[in-house]
T-cell receptor, first 111, second 113 residues
Framework: AQSVTQLGSHVSVSEGALVLLRCNYS??????LFWYVQYPNQGLQLLLK??????LVKGINGFEAEFKKSETSFHLTKPSAHMSDAAEYFC?????????FGKGTRLSVIA | GAGVSQSPSNKVTEKGKDVELRCDPI?????LYWYRQRLGQGLEFLIY????????KSGLPSDRFSAERTGESVSTLTIQRTQQEDSAVYLC???????????FGDGTRLSIL
């Protein structure tokens, strides 16, 4: 069985500051891991995915995430936040089953 | 279009009426999923189809909710005798395989008066 925990339902950063959104997972099989972003009034859009290749995964819009097996983590980072990054972010995990989503983290960017 | 399409985009109806929501998945995607998202909340899994069979219906909140899928194509989610607590955005997603990334539609925003 798989599960995901996203630490912090709301994160607020200043424009230009580092973005760090935390995700820890639990999986009984080698996991596939995903980050999605949801802008207001839209569906979810895939940001990046880890599928057992490189542990550092680069996604769209300057985001990246690092798979750390020893820490069972897949945290999402971006060096410099833009106002347009304000959105809801969801981490998800799958093994040989459909994706299991975390509860989401709302990112606010302050000018 | 190449993406997941949902219709209607918005639906307002009176309490007690039945509603039908439609999802057109990406062509070739065998897996299809329905989620509910209440205002300011995360995703609530409803049901998953592999082809036209539903291996996992565990998320359907009550017997007022049902879903069907025709082959590896269109799916409809039906809510009978709607209640105010059914107000939410209903999201549909599809994927090539169950462990692969899901591609989402923009959702149907359902409001029960």
């Amino acid at each position: 069985a798989q599960s995901v925990t996203q630490l912090g339902s709301h994160v607020s950063v200043s424009e230009g500051a580092l973005v760090l959104l935390r995700c820890n997972y639990s999986s009984s099989v080698p996991p596939y891991l995903f980050w999605y972003v949801q802008y207001p009034n839209q569906g979810l859009q895939l940001l990046l995915k880890y599928t057992s290749a490189a542990t550092l995964v680069k996604g769209i819009n300057g985001f990246e995430a690092e798979f750390k097996k020893s820490e069972t983590s897949f945290h999402l980072t971006k060096p410099s936040a833009h106002m347009s990054d304000a959105a809801e972010y969801f981490c998800a995990v799958s093994g040989n089953t459909p994706l299991v989503f975390g509860k989401g983290t709302r990112l606010s960017v302050i000018a | 279009g190449a993406g997941v399409s949902q219709s209607p985009s918005n639906k307002v109806t009176e309490k007690g009426k039945d509603v039908e929501l439609r999802c057109d998945p990406i062509s070739g995607h065998t897996a299809l999923y329905w989620y509910r998202q209440r205002l300011g909340q995360g995703l609530e899994f409803l049901i998953y189809f592999q082809g036209n069979s539903a291996p996992d219906k565990s998320g359907l909140p009550s017997d007022r909710f049902s879903a069907e899928r025709t082959g590896e194509s269109v799916s409809t989610l039906t809510i009978q005798r709607t209640q105010q607590e059914d107000s939410a955005v209903y999201l549909c997603a599809s994927s090539y395989r169950q462990d692969q990334p899901q591609h989402f539609g923009d959702g149907t925003r359902l409001s029960i008066l």
